[in-house]
Every structure is written in C-alpha cells, then in structure tokens.
C-alpha cells in the first residue's frame, strides 16, 4: 500500500543549458557542479529535504547517465524512502506512443500516474537551473492561506533584466492579474523563479486539456499560467527575498560561484539551519603545502595546494603545484595545475590538466571576458590560452599546431 | 569474501584516557575526518569483508552515531552488513565479572553471533592502528598455508622508551611462530611485533572460546597463541606499508603529525581502489578568507580560516580568527578560536573554545590537551 503524501515534488532536469557549452557537453544542466562539492540539481533536493517534502520526481531528459548515477537511491539527501523518496523519471515509451518530453508540462503529464500514486493534495513544481535555499514550505502555507489554485514564487529582478524573465503583475493581495513570458516592456519587476505550487486536480485538469491542444507548445510558462489566468483561476505571487541565481550561462555560473567568497559571503553554504547536502566521494581532508598562498577562496576534500590561489573557487581533487597561481578562477574536480602554469579569470572543467608553464586567461581587469576550458583535457607544457575564449579539444589541437609551426 | 570480521572497539584505552574519557578506541577522532574505527573497517570492506561484528564496551554511544546503519562504508546490508555487540551482560549474571575486559572474554560474550555466521574465515583488529592494509592478500596467504591462525605483524624498531605495551613475535623461516613475550626493554633494535590483525578459522576460534571457558583463559595472546604455537599452525603475516599504533598521546600527535608528510599520506589514503571510508558530514567547503595564512597543514571541509596556520591538523568546523596563529597543533572539530589566540603543541578535544587573546604551548613529546567542551 501507498501511504498519501500531502505534497509531491517534480523536478525539471532535462535541460540542456546549451549556454553552459562545454560543461553540458557531456551532462545535463542540473549535474553541472558548483560551489566547491555541489552540483546544482543538490540546491532544490536539498530545500525539498528541509523543507519537509520527501518526495520526488526527478525528470530527466538530455544525458542522464551522470545525474541518474549522482542521484542514485536519494540516500545523500535522505530520499531514500520506503514510502516516497527520490524517482528519476526518463521519457519511456507506452503501448500507443513514445515521445520524448515536448515541453515542461508534457513531461509533468506523461508523469501524471507517478505523482496519482501517492494521492497529494498538492503539486511543488521545481526547475533544476537555479542556486537558491527557499523553504517551500512557506510558500505552500500561503497557498493553503489564500486558497490558491496555483502559486507562483517571485523574485524581484532589476528592470533592466526584467524582459529575460517570466513576469508578474500582482493586485495589492499578490493576486496575479497577468503574466507574460520575456516581455519587451515589462510592467513590473516580479520574476518567476520557475517554482510553483499547484493543488493537484487543478493541475491534472490543466494539463490534459494543454495535452488536447495540439497548437501549444506544452509549456508552463507559455501555456498553463496563461490558460489557467484567462480561466479566471485564483493565481497567487509568493514574494521569495534570498539568493536566487539562474546560472545558465558560463558568467552566472561564475559569479554564482564567487557569491560564496569574502567575510560575509551573498550566499553561505555554512548556514547549519539549511544544510545543501551532496553526494560526496571518500576523499582526504585537504593539503596546503608549506609555500603555499591560499586567499579570499574556497577549498575542499582532496586538494593539494602548493601554489598559490587567490578569489577562486576549488573543487575536490584538485591539484595546484608549487609556482603555479589560480586567481578569480572556478576550478572543477581533479584538475592538475603544473608547476608554474598560471590561470585568470578562468572556469576549468574536470579531470584537465594544465601544463607547466602554460596560461590560460588573462588577469581580470585587462581581460576580454571569462575563459572556459572543456574537461579531461591534456594542455601542454606552455600552451598559451587566450582570455575570453571557449576552449575544448578542436581549439587546443588548433592551438598546439600553431605553436608547432611556430 | 568467505570471511566474517571482528572489531574490537575498545581496546587500549587506558593508554590515551585523555582521548577515550568518553568515548571508545574505535571513535578517536583522527585525522581531520576520520575516526580510528574508519581505518579497521575501511581495510575489511575494501578486501571484500561485508560482514562485520562490532564488539562494544563501556561509552559506545559516539560510536553509534558515528556508525549508523553502515551506510557509509556499503554495510548496510540485508545480508551481513554491520551488527553492533552490545556488551553481554545478563539480568541473572550481573556480578562484577559480568563486562569483558579481555579479547578473549569478548569474544566468549559473542559466541551467540558467532555460532551463526556462516563464514569459515574470522578477520579480528582491534582499532587503534591507522593502516591501509590489503587484508584478501594476508587471507590468500593463510589459505594456502593452511594456518589455524595467521597473526599481522610490522617490522619495528622498538627500544625501552618507545614500546611499552609492545608485543613481540619469534617466528622461524617458515613464518611459524615460535614464541610470543612482552617487550622486556633490554635490547634495542628490529622485531617484528603484533599488530593484532589477525585471521583465525571460525571453527579453530570456536574450539578456542570452548576450551577458554573450561580452563578459565582470559588472554588470547598469552593463554592461546603462546601455548598453542607449539603444536598448532600459526603463522605471521609481515605488513610492509604504513602502520602506526597509538598508544599514548603521544604517539597521536606524532601519528597525526605524520599525515603531513606527503609519502605517509599517500599510503594511506591515495592507495587505488583503497579509499578511506568515513560517515558523511556535509560540511561546506573550508574559506579561506583576506589575510590567511596557512602552511604545510592538513584541513577538513567546513572550517572558516582568518588568521595563520601552520604545521597543524585542522578537523571539520573549526574557525581560526584574526591574528591568530595555530602551529604544530591539532584541533578537532567544531573548535573556536578568537582574536590574537596562540597554540603551539596543543591537541583541543572537540567543541573547544578558546577566548581572544589566550597564549598556550605544550610540547612535541608532551602536547598540552584541551578536554571536549572546555571553555579556555
């Protein structure tokens, strides 16, 4: 038997994050890591977790091997549950069709007997894109309070970037009077942050008729939000006021990462109220060697330090040699840094390794934009990477031909 | 793995009160991360032992929490997995020889768990030793010897002020043991001595625990193994990697002291398919913040560093302040400092918190130690 479960969580994974380049090459969205020892799928898991929902759906579309196998039974984030728990979700394919996910709210309705099962009275629908702590269960207490059908939480976004957003207008009771999708002119600053609260058969009904309609483009954003408004249905906004951060671009991502810098950092990952949990690899407590200059950064399990590393960001297994410097940098799992190789204003991805003496980057003020190197790549002693590039292996075989011919 | 293991959580205690005043051998911190027991199980798991029973003593409960389900070391299991011995104590039996205070009478209280493994092979460690050993190498070897018992042995230098407690083992060319005795302390030199890791047939075991009953043996080195190697197969194994064995403070501090040596560290924790196993704590990341300095030092996740660090063994959550300066000191988990704080040679025990300002020093064969809790 299935026990009722009053909320059940489902979880957009597929997402490419072609904007991410390199780094969703080879895995999707959610499992790009950050922050040190996290990936960002570990920021909505975990607010699941804290925010007493213990079930989930995770939905994943675009190369799953590596966030199945992250997620595993659930167990780092305490999902693994005899009743509920963590499920990946996959396209699969049935007796009359098999499609991929179309759209956001195709993949929520191909999935609708999983959340039936457990009965809930209420649907938390999250995006797997954005690093943010919310505690959902605040914005599900002022669902209940305004006998919403559907609640949508709102992050107040600078005007200027307000047309990249989802947009809200809301009555002086936060009842939404209109929505629309990245407008050219927005009429108010209140963002959707891609959660939502929906009571189940509202959502269910919803969903089936979007499924009907063969013109939509089976999308939340693009189609509930606004059939459920024009229905005259009770949309609520839930003003969220924390860190919240769409990292879908190398610089977001970045500066994601360098919020978690300084004395008072924008976004603390020590905040023991609302722990981020991960899954973690049995490694070593860190080394730092004796001629080693570590400041302004972040540093975790398996890193040796011999160099020098300044306002970067670190994660597990990395090796910085003696000579070599890392600044203004984020630096993925089990990168090496040979002896004297410098690295600026850089974003590295995992298992690269840099040669001795090599450059990539440029110091951050004289530099074009942020440098992004692919993963499990051999740099050669001495490459010379130029700043503000995209560099995977087709650009480091260009790059090692020109210098041979030099 | 047709072996079952046997830990000893609680032996040598005496010998570091100042660390196991309230906890076990087996839940020493150690390390930055880990606790002693990671190092026995880790070696079990890691040579295909999934069956694993925890014998206990007084104080088990920071070993229990530090254990779990077992999940951390992929001991939970429906089959074998870790089973926790309670100290067998009975309702009808409780006069003062009611708690064990020898492996031997540990193991009489386990009869029970033991009748019902289904193994042939019993791996017994105690958990004051920190190695990263291949034990299905030592198992193979005991297999094709056809020993009743295989004991562990390391290749030391021993002298009368380094080896106490020390036990030595003779053995002839074939590895078999000829004679068991007390470092007596009136030569110096090489021998090799027991590391009590130790393989011993289920069924041989048995008839040991039956016959110590019977006779009234208390010592399984001493009564058994001495008395035995006559005319039973024991043998030695020789460990050859890195082992130390804590049996004072200071040898922890120097033990930890060790793992800022780079060789020391990678044959511990670098070995390939040989992690150390630990229970997760998730931790954030350690910040290093303006003004770090931090030196030849070994530091967990979790910690917030403002001031200097140097030659020191830092554990998770600790937070060294402006114009502080650790050096040659181990601070375990969770500990405090303040402002213009200087440690030199100190060991503080977890949740420590030390004011601004406070100047301490201990020194290398004497490291000054700062109880749990204590407010300095």
């Known amino acids: 038997m299935i026990k009722k479960k009053e909320t059940v969580a489902m979880l957009l994974a597929g997402g490419q994050g072609s904007r991410l380049h390199l780094l969703t090459e080879r895995i999707a969205k959610p499992a790009v890591p950050f922050g040190g020892k996290y990936r960002i799928i570990d920021f909505p898991l975990s607010n699941c977790i804290n925010s007493g929902i213990d079930t989930v759906g995770v939905l994943t579309q675009y190369q799953p091997l590596a966030l199945n196998e992250y997620i595993g039974n659930g167990q780092p984030w305490d999902l693994d549950r005899t009743y509920g728990g963590v499920r990946t979700l996959p396209p699969y394919q049935a007796q009359k069709r098999a499609d991929w996910y179309k759209g956001t709210a195709n993949a929520i309705y191909q999935n609708i007997h999983f959340i039936d099962k457990f009965d809930p009275d209420y649907v938390v629908i999250l995006s797997g894109d954005h690093i943010y702590k919310m505690n959902y269960a605040e914005m599900l207490e002022s669902h209940k309070k305004n006998g919403a059908d559907c609640t949508i939480a709102v992050f107040d976004v600078p005007l200027a970037e307000a047309s990249r957003f989802g947009i809200m207008t809301t009555d002086s009771e936060m009842r939404i009077t209109e929505f629309t999708e990245k407008p050219k002119e927005p009429k108010s600053t209140k963002a959707s942050m891609g959660v939502y609260v929906f009571n189940k058969d509202k959502l269910f009904s919803y969903l089936e008729a979007d499924e009907a309609d063969e013109n939509s483009s089976k999308d939340f954003g693009k189609n509930i939000i606004p059939a459920m408004l ?17 990292v879908g671009t190398i610089d977001s991502l970045w500066e994601a990462n360098m919020d978690l810098l300084g004395d008072r950092p924008t976004l603390s990952l020590k905040d023991r109220e609302w722990r981020i949990l991960s899954r973690n690899d049995a490694m070593p407590p860190h ?38 410097v890392v600044r203004d940098s984020v630096v993925l799992g089990n990168v090496t840094l040979k002896a004297e190789s410098t690295v600026d204003y850089s974003v590295i991805d995992s298992d690269t390794v840099v040669g001795v003496n090599a450059v990539i980057g440029k110091e951050k003020v004289l530099s074009k934009g942020i440098t992004l190197v692919g993963g499990g790549l051999d740099i050669p002693d001495g490459t010379v990477i130029p700043d503000g590039v995209i560099c995977g292996s087709e650009m480091l075989a260009e790059l090692s031909a020109e210098k041979e011919g030099k | 793995m047709n072996a079952v293991g046997i830990i000893f959580s609680s032996m040598n205690e005496k010998s570091v009160y100042e660390l196991t005043k309230e906890r076990t051998m087996a839940s020493v911190p150690f390390g930055c991360r880990y606790r002693l027991i990671d190092f026995a199980l880790s070696n079990m798991v890691n040579s295909g032992i999934t069956h694993v029973g925890l014998i206990t003593h007084y104080n088990y409960q920071s070993l229990m929490d530090h254990i779990g389900s077992g999940k951390d070391w992929d001991l939970a299991r429906r089959h074998g997995g870790i089973k926790i011995l309670p100290p067998y104590i009975t309702a009808f039996a409780n006069n003062d020889n009611a708690l064990y205070s020898t492996r031997l009478e540990a193991l009489i209280s386990i009869r029970e768990f033991l009748s019902e493994c ?113 005319f039973d197969d024991i043998r030695v194994y020789k460990f050859d990697s890195y082992f130390a064995a804590i049996r004072s403070i200071g040898d922890y501090y120097s033990c930890s002291m060790d793992l800022l040596d780079p060789e020391i560290r990678r044959s511990l924790f670098a ?76 060991i503080t025990d977890k949740n420590v918190v030390i004011r601004d300002g406070r100047v301490l020093s201990g020194h290398e064969t004497k490291p000054f130690f700062i109880d749990k809790g204590s407010f300095v």
């Open chain 1, 230 to 246: 024009a229905a005259g249905e009770k949309l609520y906004a839930f003003e969220f006021s924390g860190y919240w951060k769409d």
């Open chain 1, 287 to 324: 080394y730092v060697g004796s001629g080693a200059v570590v400041n302004n950064s972040i540093i975790t399990e398996g890193c040796e330090i011999y160099g020098t590393v300044i306002n970067s960001v670190l994660s597990a297994g990395v090796i910085v040699e003696r000579g070599a």
């Open chain 2, 118 to 230: 289904k193994e042939e092979l019993v791996v017994l460690s105690d958990c004051d030793t920190v190695c990263n050993l291949d034990l299905s190498d030592m198992i193979e070897q005991h297999i094709a010897s056809g020993a009743d018992v295989t004991l562990g042995v390391k290749s030391s230098y021993v002298s009368s002020d380094n080896s106490r407690d020390v036990t030595v083992i003779n053995s002839d060319e074939n590895g078999r043991v000829t004679d068991v005795a007390d470092y007596s302390g009136i030569k110096s030199g090489f021998a090799d001595i027991l590391v009590r890791i130790n393989i011993i047939g289920k069924k041989y075991l048995e008839e040991i625990i039956n016959d110590s009953i019977a006779r009234g043996y208390h010592s399984f080195t001493y009564d058994i193994i001495r008395r035995n190697c006559r």
């Open chain 2, 271 to 346: 070995v390939r398919n040989r992690p150390v196993f630990t229970k997760v704590r998730n931790s954030a990341p350690t910040s290093y913040m303006e003004g770090a300095i931090v030196r030849n030092s070994l530091i967990a996740d979790g910690c917030v560093i403002q001031g200097t660090v140097e030659n020191s063994i830092l554990f998770r959550g600790v937070k060294v302040g402006k114009n502080t300066h650790i050096k040659n000191s181990i601070i375990m988990q969770d500990t405090l400092t303040g402002e213009n704080v200087y440690l030199n040679c100190v």
